[in-house]
């Protein structure tokens, strides 16, 4: 399938970000990495937008970055969930789902 | 690995990001593009064909413009002058803030001791000033204070030297009342006087005043319920009997009751309705103390006592004192002038009762204290310097923390201004975090100060509480509490910002946080701060020991009269309702039932409380009343029974007591001191001699014996005149039963309220005191006082002692190589411990040398305050000198112990 519309790719970016990080901290190229698998491919954010949108979060306070040097491995910036970022996770799940409907039950789409 | 540093950089060209923001996101995408060049590789992709790819994918959206958004980019240049916008500042400050915020949470240790150590000041100092705006500042809850002026009368040549105040008589304050165009409304109210008040339960003794119908109108004040009185209530002697109760007579005697108003309660036996409940926090015109109720004026006959009770027809009978509001543009200079002529002409027209009077006009806000106002003034003035200087020694520690952390905060200040932070920029940052620090210590110190002046307020005497002043926690207070501070947070913090923010760049780049050279003048300032310290709480303690020697002192002031034997019941029979034979044989009655209680030795009556003596002044003395012209006599008076002397232990000089025979048919007598004796009768024998009292219904009365002087309204006064008249020739109906027993009085007190229940249980008997008692009481301020002082010299003390042992310790951490390396050069436990002890100790020498000056200074000016103590006492002053180097010795010596536990091997490698 072709990659879906830019518009609707920005609306959803935090929300997977957030999503992604509440399990566990993951670095940038990890992020973009497992949105592109776990999308199947549909969904992939170019490095100049995905590091803008996560400083975006981290000044929002949502996230946190920090640099971490594991053994054998590149110093990385991982990113973990504020407290702060998992309350607005909650809330935007809930937003989203209540969109995904409505828009399902407008133009007709069946609920995945 | 290919340069992909060089190609983001590249991109970023002309983003104006913060030289260290631009290196992190260099850092971290370059990261990503290296993950993203082996992925390619590892699926086979050429050296070149990867890198293409990558290039490709991160031009695939422009950076610089995303970035710009999300990084909100700040400019690294500074504006040029004047440039700035408001909205900068504030956005500035915000960011000052959030980073402070952020730098107080991350060291949560520093951040508590800090602040607490601030709120001991801050709190201290806000209970004080809690205690003074409510005394003080602000002692009358009332509308437009500065235009009300009370008027008293007094006798003009005697003015100048006591400046004792009388009141008006009723008819003399109508007088003025009605003359006056000065002031737009006068009031008139009598002083607090205790009756008895009968509810459904048993009769209470309260405080009432006598006020005029427009008391409330002319004060500006509304009622919290109900109503005030109307004019036409106080036209007719013996008319309306309405009562205005209290805010918090009402809270605390009826429990607030709601449907008080409307109630009938009875007042000496005359039942009285409550029309109203004054406003919250009003009690009276007295900064101290204050009446439960009030009633009319003409309501005189059924509240006073029997002497007074002609008040509102006798012209001789002192009842008021008079409240005026100025009229618009008068001053109280004029309104002196208008009042005096007014005087002179009552003078002229009723010379027997007013000779020699003068007015007396005096702002209200000075007149609301009465005789006690210079003490007060003095107490809050050294209390307020006191907190001061507690609140300095904390600013000081916290200085010197602030210093101890600004070592370890170089690095970070020099990348700020590495990064182009202008000094004034710094500076704001450093302050905006210690006066965050200085707000956090003023939340938790505004909390300290309101519970401590709740327990300071606990300790009234209960059997006044109502009726003594409410603490009021008003927006001065808060505003106070903020003030101090703001004013803290700069005080503590601007030296060490000042400091940090001096240092060239490059200087304290290249240097090691280890290097000890530099923080040599660290300590010396943090030295000089900590001798300040030391000298403060010296002077501190000096003062708290010398007020401490000088109540033990006023303790064992013999008051000249039995006070470990002897026991007071305040008794009002003719508030009960008895007429005056009835009130007679009570007392008889009373006398003999009491003599035969086992434990018992003498049992008498007198009109005066011990150190409340009531004072009279225009005495005429026979032969001598040419005096009356120029200078008035004035006297303490006091009307005893029988065995009176003998149940106080004081005993006569010359002639007799009274006795059965001084009736009413006999000779008038009277008894008076040998203080009067001799300076009135000088070098001749007053028995015999005659005298007249301004009041007195008799002629002249004669002088039967002489007795011992006493105190008589406070420990330790001026000796005073005094003339003692005896019960059966001067009829009240109000007296206090003095009992005095063979052993300790509160086992006998009991029995002895028991044998006056038995006789009438209608009578109220609340106040019932011993005579330890009374001198308690009469010292309970200067005990509040200097148990203060004592808390804040142990306050002063410790802030001063943790100060010293912070920064020794410290010292002594920054000293380890130094110390490593004296010990590997041979220098023993003892030598190291000897040198870090020393240079503690030079500093606390320092400090109690200075301390020792400034006490010394400061005890010249307290000296009129102290009793029976030198303001040099060695005592005190040696004491607290040993106190504070004993407490400085041991601050010094624990980290000087720590020292010699350096292993020279590990300091030196370090």
């Known amino acids: 399938m072709a990659p879906v519309e830019d518009e609707w790719k ?36 170019h490095v100049a937008s995905l590091y803008p949108l996560l400083y975006r979060l981290e000044k929002r306070g949502w996230i946190q970055g920090r640099w971490i040097e594991k053994a054998d491995q590149r110093r990385r910036r991982y990113y973990r969930l504020t407290t702060e970022g998992r309350r607005v996770l909650a809330v935007q799940r809930k937003k989203w789902q209540a969109f995904v409907g409505a828009v399902g039950r407008v133009a007709g789409v069946e609920h995945a | ?56 994918e991160l031009d695939a959206t422009d950076l610089l413009p995303e970035l710009q958004v999300s990084e909100k980019i700040v400019r690294s240049d500074p504006p040029a002058a004047g440039a700035a916008s408001t909205g900068q500042w504030i956005f500035d400050f915000l960011q000052d803030l959030r980073y402070a915020a952020r730098t107080l949470r991350k060291s949560p240790g520093f951040t508590a001791v800090a602040a607490l150590t601030l709120a001991l000041g801050i709190g201290a100092n806000t209970a004080i000033f809690t205690i003074i705006d409510t005394l003080v500042l602000n002692p009358l809850p009332v509308a437009r204070i500065s235009e009300l002026a009370a008027v008293n009368t007094t006798q003009q040549k005697m003015a100048a030297q006591s400046g004792e105040l009388q009141l008006l008589s009723f008819l003399n304050f109508k007088e003025f009342r009605e003359t006056t165009h000065s002031f737009s409304h ?74 008080i108003v409307g109630r009938t309660i009875k007042l000496n036996n005359t039942p009285f309705t409550i029309i109203g409940i004054g406003p919250k926090g009003f009690k009276g015109l007295y900064a101290v103390f204050g009446p439960d109720i009030w009633v009319t004026s003409m309501m005189a ?19 008021l004192t008079a409240v005026g509001r100025l009229k618009p543009g008068i001053t109280l200079a004029q309104a002196r002038a208008e009042m005096n002529t007014i005087a002179a002409a009552l003078e002229k027209e009723y010379p027997d009762v007013n000779q020699g009077q003068a007015v007396a006009l005096r702002p209200l806000t000075e007149a609301a204290y009465g005789p006690e106002r210079q003490g007060l003034l003095f107490g809050s003035a050294l209390l307020m310097a006191i907190v001061g200087f507690v609140l300095l020694i904390a600013c000081s520690n916290v200085a010197n923390l602030l210093l101890s952390r600004a070592a370890a905060r170089r690095q970070e200040i020099a990348v700020r201004m590495a990064l182009g932070a202008g000094r004034g ?92 050279g530099r923080s040599r003048s660290r300590i010396s300032l943090a030295n000089t701060l900590l001798a300040g310290q030391v000298a403060v709480s010296l002077v501190l303690l000096v003062v708290a020991a010398l007020f401490l020697r000088s109540i033990k002192h006023e303790y064992t002031i013999d008051p000249g009269f039995e006070t ?101 048919i006999s000779t008038p007598v009277a008894i008076v001191n040998d203080t009067m004796a001799a300076k009135y009768w000088p070098g001749q024998d007053a028995i015999g001699k005659r005298l007249q009292l301004p009041q007195g219904k008799h002629n002249f009365l004669q002088i039967v014996g002489v007795v011992k002087t006493t105190n008589y309204q406070s420990l330790g006064e001026a000796p005073q005149a005094c003339v003692y008249l005896p019960l059966r020739q001067n009829y009240s109906d109000s007296m206090i039963l003095y009992v005095k027993t063979e052993r300790d009085p509160s086992a006998t007190l009991a029995a002895v309220q028991n044998e006056i229940r038995n006789i009438d249980p209608a009578l109220p008997l609340e106040d019932v005191r011993t005579g330890t008692k009374v001198i308690d009481q009469a010292l309970w301020g200067t005990k509040i006082g200097v148990g203060l002082l004592g808390v804040f010299g142990v306050l002063a003390l410790g802030l001063a002692s943790v100060g010293l042992y912070g ?76 106190v504070l180097l004993v407490v400085a010795f041991v601050a010094c010596y624990l980290p000087a112990r720590s020292a010699t536990r350096v292993d020279p091997l590990v300091a030196l490698r370090a």
């Open chain 2, 564 to 664: 470990k034997h002897l026991a007071l019941f305040m008794l009002y029979p003719g508030q009960a309702g008895y007429d005056q034979p009835r009130t007679e044989q009570f007392y008889k009655q009373v006398r003999g039932r009491i003599a035969g209680v086992p434990g018992i030795s003498f049992v008498s009556w007198a009109s005066n409380l011990p150190l409340w003596g009531r004072k009279e002044t225009g005495v005429t003395i026979e032969g001598q009343e040419q005096r009356k012209k120029s200078e008035a006599i004035s006297t303490v008076v006091n009307t005893v029974d029988l065995d009176y002397f003998a149940t106080l232990g004081i005993s006569f000089v010359a002639g007799r007591d009274f006795t059965q025979d001084d009736r009413d």
């Open chain 1, 10 to 45: 920005k609306g959803s970016a935090e929300l997977l970000i957030l999503s992604l990080l509440e399990a566990q901290p993951r670095h940038g190229y990890d992020i973009g990495g497992l949105i592109e698998l776990r999308s199947g491919g549909m969904l992939h954010f």
């Open chain 2, 1 to 56: 690995m290919r340069e992909w540093k060089h190609e983001i950089r590249k991109r970023l060209a002309g983003s104006n990001l913060l030289p260290e923001r631009e290196a992190e996101i260099i850092d971290e995408l370059s990261a990503h593009l290296q993950d993203q060049y082996s992925q390619f590789r590892s699926g086979g992709a050429t050296d070149e064909e990867a890198f293409r790819s990558v290039v490709r």
């Open chain 2, 807 to 882: 920064i020794m310790a410290y010292s002594v951490s920054q000293r380890r190589r130094e110390i490593g390396v004296r010990m590997a050069l041979g220098a023993g436990q003892r030598d190291v411990s000897l040198f870090i002890l020393r240079q503690g100790m030079v500093v606390v020498f320092s400090g109690i040398a200075v301390g020792g000056g400034l006490a010394f200074l400061l005890g010249r000016a307290l000296s009129r305050f102290l009793y029976g103590v030198s303001p040099n006492d060695p005592l005190s002053v040696g004491g607290a000198a040993l």
């Open chain 2, 425 to 516: 920029r710094l500076l704001r940052q450093l302050l905006t975090e210690s006066v965050l620090l200085g707000l956090l210590g003023g939340v938790l110190g505004f909390l300290f100060g309101y519970a401590g002046c709740q327990f300071l307020w606990s300790l009234r005497p209960a059997e006044y509480a109502q009726n003594l002043a409410d603490l009021r926690i008003n927006p001065s207070v808060f505003g106070f509490a903020f003030v101090v501070s703001v004013l803290t947070g700069l005080v503590f913090g601007i030296v060490p910002a000042l400091r940090s923010s001096r240092t060239s760049v490059s200087e304290m780049l290249k240097e090691e946080t280890r290097t000890v």
């Open chain 2, 186 to 259: 006068l009031l008139g109210h009598s002083n607090p006087m205790a009756i008895t008040m009968t509810d459904e339960r048993e009769p209470r003794r309260i405080f009432v005043e006598l006020v005029t119908a427009n008391y409330f109108d002319t004060l500006g004040l509304n009622p919290f319920m109900g109503r005030f009185f109307f004019s036409s209530e106080d036209t007719t002697p013996g008319t309306a009997a309405v009562a205005v109760l209290g805010y918090s007579a009402w809270q605390s005697r009826f429990g607030g009751a709601p449907d």
């Open chain 2, 301 to 319: 006959e059924q509240i006073l006592p029997a002497p007074q009770r002609k008040a509102l027809s006798d012209r001789a009978i002192p009842l």
